[in-house]
């Protein structure tokens, strides 16, 4: 071999260094984001009363919000050739840190106001109603892309399970440790659905396998991977960007 | 010589002029916040110029803001309109005076007085409302792409509509730098904005 034309380092010789290198300065980020609002208690300013101020406002939106959404306003579809790829992977967490779970041992709890709490494998899931959506997922920080997914409606499966259906919330559970929680009218919403496809094959990990909430209705946070469990709710369950200062409504 | 009783600004006026400004420049601040999350061209807003200190923040700003502006320039529309302020002060702007009056500001020949707008003025101060207007519409565009999607696909679609809506945005930056300036040129009319000064005739020229 020519050593003169071997680079000094070969990036598989670094890599291990790299990724450590990254998980210590996502760590620090992390930390210092989290100190900073232990020492304040406020996200969206250092000030308190300004930080009391944008939540009060912010819960008026969710209230404009949910006057405004109209449950038979479909979000245009667009044809397969607008899928966009490669698609963009999206957590709070870089991808080489996304979790994975053994399908066979994965279930879907189901809890809060409903009548039938057994809980549901892969199997019974993929044995109910499918429907299949193209449409555009936007994300909080303002970019978009056109995605195809398809899965269980989650009216059918909230109608399936005899949830209450005037209850105020539907909340969601993941094992990477994420949660959020959407108001009712739009988890009844036609085209928010319970997904196990991207792309007309079973999801992949970095898409949030084996199961996500795709609901067009909604910012890209409020769309839920790697969903375990489901409850239905009155009490306000938040969720992991809402609680740091994101606005809860969140609909498009 | 117009009667030095009738303010240049009503006190009505005043009021909407500063919580406007308030409101567009929270708008505008809290915007850079937004567009550095996903900025569009080669570069971010430096983070001291930013309002909200990070995404959230700045989205918690802008959807309060907003509530300010359109209140506020609702109010002003309907006043304009109603009172005889825009058909008054604003017209007519026809082509010929606005090019000579242009050229004339483009010379620092063109006086100023309080209460009169000359045609640049009045095509700036038309052509800055209707800008507005257009951002807040490509903003609700934006906010609501699926209940309110015939807007969005009336301004081309999400991703059109945003740089449509970054677009405005830099013309009312345009329009806040010329404005500025001309009010230090002439210190009177920020008093005058202020405080209400009588409308006069004597004319201010640039120094």
Redo the contacts between chains.
Sequence with gaps: MNDKQRPAVRPDEVRRDLENLDRRLFLRGSLSLGALSLLTGCDLSTDDSVDNALRAMLRLDDRVQAALFNPNQLAKTYPASAITRPFRFNAYYPEWQVRTVEASQWRLEVSGLVDDRRAWSLAELRALPQEEQITRHVCVEGWSQVGQWSGVPLHFFLRRVGADLRAKYVAFGCFDDYWTSIDMPSALHPQTILTLDFEQKPLEPPWGAPLRLRIPTKLGFKNPKYITSIAVTNHYPGGYWEDKGYNWFSGL | MQTKSRSAHPLIVRVMHWIGAFAIICMILSGWQ??N??P?LPFVFPQWMAL??W???G???H??AM?VLVADGLAYLVYGIASGHFRRDFLPIGPRTVGHDLIQALRLRLGHRLGEYNAVQRLLYVGVIVVVILTVLTGLSIW????L?WLT?LFGG??IA?CIHFTLMSLIVGFLLVHLSLVAFFPRTLISMLVGLGRDGSADTFP
Excluded: E, F, M, T
């Excluded at chain 2, 609501?144 to 209940?147: E, N, R």
């Design positions: 937004i567009y999350a996903s569009i909200g200190g995404l959230a923040g989205i918690a700003w959807l309060s509530w609501k792409p699926v209940q999607g696909d999400y991703d945003r």
